[in-house]
């Protein structure tokens, strides 16, 4: 089982970035696949990225595309999310979350059984 901490969120103006992280602990990180979502007010949880084990191979969401970078350092069991030129629909509360049983290219789906951290807000102001 992994235990997953989120940080870095916090109030960013529009074309601005920041960086989230998110610690695990537990056994065996580097054997989980990993991935972030997130969920706006009165909206659904939606995936944003996901990474595969070892690092090699990632996938993002078209709406964040060319703006957002998914890694990993599996020497600190952590996960990052690097945000560069923020939009205010980028507003929402982001999740990581865990699997051992899916497949970075099946982690798309919130309804999925992860793992997940606790969550960190997002608020960019235009």
């Known amino acids: 089982q992994v235990q997953l901490v989120e940080s870095g969120g916090g109030l960013v103006q529009a074309g601005g970035s920041l960086r989230l992280s998110c610690a695990a602990s537990g056994r065996g990180f580097s054997t989980y696949d990993m991935a972030w979502f997130r969920q706006a007010p009165g909206l659904e949880r939606e995936f944003v990225a996901a990474?595969?084990?070892?690092?090699?191979?990632?996938l993002h969401a078209d709406s964040v595309k060319g703006r957002f970078t998914i890694s990993r350092d599996n020497t600190k069991n952590t996960v990052y999310l690097q945000m560069n030129s923020l939009k205010p629909e980028d507003t929402a509360v982001y999740y990581c979350?865990?699997?051992?049983?899916?497949?970075?290219?099946?982690?798309?789906?919130?309804?999925?059984?992860?793992?997940w951290g606790q969550g960190t807000q997002v608020t960019v102001s235009s």
């Open positions: 979350a865990a699997s051992r049983q899916l497949s970075m290219a099946t982690m798309t789906k919130a309804g999925n059984s992860y793992y």
């Open positions: 990474i595969s084990s070892p690092g090699d191979s990632t």
